[in-house]
């Protein structure tokens, strides 16, 4: 007996390297997805604010797609090039899901929650991997998602396709959570543990960029704030708070010197950016802070783009989770992620 299979057909709002590394797992592990789980995911219409649209109502060829990203025409070389903005694109192009795969602006959220809102105006569900619509508008997108009956799903905005919301919300589901903390920014760790082993500070941060862990503006990554800004989306995803990333306290790398590394390395111990979430009385509190850690801490043993975060529960004591936190593919994991929860839950 063969299993019917289910369409789902994505309109892809970005094509910077998570974009990238969406097209990149179903262009070479899309047929096992469709086996596995009876989804058909297409990309049906791309959209980007600088490089041009493409539309394919039968789904996007993939070899073409991918191939545009290393040409200077951009999209607007490949058939089904169109001028419509990615709002328009949304309005008309029939699709089940948007993904909302933009620059993240942490202060606004904007674009990205404009193009969300249209997502639902048009019936569809929304999927982010963007920080700004999670870390700003979490619990007002979730109430318009329920109210049209859609999903919004946001995965992908803390330790990438590592499954750590997932796991909190699904997996912890009747564990009370009182606090979360760990590595939550790829690239300030890969920067920390590249400046270990004796590089310096620019030539990792370059480094990292090259690889497609940092944000568009790296500032947001160094200072802290795609940190503090994860730290708001745990605060508020999982403790059920409504802080704003400007409420964390924060402070990022970008002071750290080669002295100071070796200074921590001769004491035993090694410099981590921390991020931690928790219950003080009945607020709920969040700061991001450079730290240092005994060598022999957990924490101090994850390096390169690589997260971790520890959640601790009553039930359970603390459940801790390593995996990627950055980069183009391990990010558009995140995507397919959240497009099987969707049609599994449903
Ligand atoms: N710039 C981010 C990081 C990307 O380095 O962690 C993933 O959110």
New binding site residues.
Partial sequence: MTTPVTTCRVILIGFGA?GHGFATILAQHGERLRRQSGIDIRIVAVATHSRGAVIDPAGIDLAGLLASAGHAGGLAALPGATRLAPTDIIRTTPAEVVVEATW?DLATGEPAISHIRAAFAAGMHAIT?N?GPAALALQALRAEAAACGRHFGFE?????GTPSLRLALEGLQGCAIHEVRGI???????ILSQMERGMDYATALAE?QRLG???AD?T??VEGF??AG?AAILANALLGAALRPADVARQGISQITAADVAAAAAAGERWRLIARVWRDADQVRAAVAPTRLAQSHPLAGVTG?T?ALTISTDLLGDVTLIGP???GVA?GFAIVSDILALYRNR
């Fill in positions: 998570v993240t991997v920080k992908g905005t803390v330790m990438a939550v920014n790829g690239t300030t760790n890969f990292a862990y940092a944000e790296p947001g990554d795609d940190a994860k783009a997260n936190g950055a980069g990010t």
